[in-house]
């Protein structure tokens, strides 16, 4: 069966820090990977999404990156948080097929302050 | 664009009740459609989906949902309500082909005793 591990669970970081969250999928290949961030109130917001090694798209101008170096790893980044990066991020895995579900990690609580 | 709206902000029933979180989509195609549950600082679980097959979906934990073309609609209903029901629920369409998932804004279910 397929799992999704995200981590760190939780990250308190200062304004100005870098950022690197990482995700990993085991038990399929080839999968879609997205990263969501998730503000109080606001729902889902789709930050980045690949469907290959090296292909990243991005879906808002942002303080953040995306980089998928291995099939199912993503990882996201910022060389300098930002206040308004506060939030709730969740990473999520698809198959590589139309219409279908995801399936999402944990998520990782980051409060910039 | 497909996209997705939840009616209600905040729910509340009295545990026994039965439970109605309304959905309404827009999209230029036949639509995949899912519901997503989220207890506080977790992930997103399926609870069910709907992929052009029978229009009435099961899902887990006794919920269920009916796709409606004529009306774009795809509420959830539970005709019971528990308390470990208590959580916030998203209404979810798959994109024109299948890469990305749009969010509702969520809905918050509070259960009372």
């Known amino acids: 069966s397929q799992t999704i591990h995200q981590w760190p669970a939780t990250l308190v970081q200062p304004v100005g820090s870098p950022l690197s969250l990482e995700c990993t999928v085991e038990?399929?290949?080839?999968?879609?990977l997205y990263w969501y961030r998730q503000a109080a109130g606001r729902g889902l917001q789709l930050l980045f999404y690949?469907?290959?090694?090296?292909?990243i798209s991005s879906e808002v101008p942002q303080n953040l990156s995306a980089s998928r170096p291995q099939d199912r790893q993503f990882i996201l980044s910022s060389k300098k948080l930002l206040l308004s990066d506060s939030g709730f991020y969740l990473c999520?895995?698809?198959?590589?097929?139309?219409?279908?579900?995801?399936?999402f990690g944990q998520g990782t609580r980051l409060t910039v302050v | 664009a497909q996209s997705v709206t939840q009616l209600d902000s905040h729910v509340s029933v009295s545990e026994g009740t039965p439970v109605l979180l309304r959905c309404n989509y827009s999209?230029?195609?036949?639509?995949?459609l899912f519901w997503y549950v989220q207890h506080p600082n977790k992930g997103l679980q399926l609870l069910l989906k709907?992929?052009?097959?029978?229009?009435l979906v099961k899902g887990i934990n006794g919920f269920e949902a009916e796709f409606k073309k004529s009306e774009t609609s795809f509420h959830l209903t539970k005709p019971s309500a528990h308390m470990s029901d208590a959580a916030e629920y998203f209404c979810?369409?798959?994109?024109?082909?299948?890469?990305?998932?749009?969010f509702g804004a969520g809905t918050i279910l509070r259960v009372k005793s």
């Open positions: 038990g399929t290949s080839n999968p879609n």
């Open positions: 999520a895995w698809s198959f590589n097929r139309g219409n279908t579900e995801a399936f």
């Open positions: 690949s469907v290959g090694i090296g292909q």
């Open positions: 979810v369409v798959s994109e024109a082909g299948g890469n990305k998932l749009v």
């Open positions: 709907y992929t052009s097959a029978a229009t």
């Open positions: 999209s230029s195609y036949s639509p995949s």
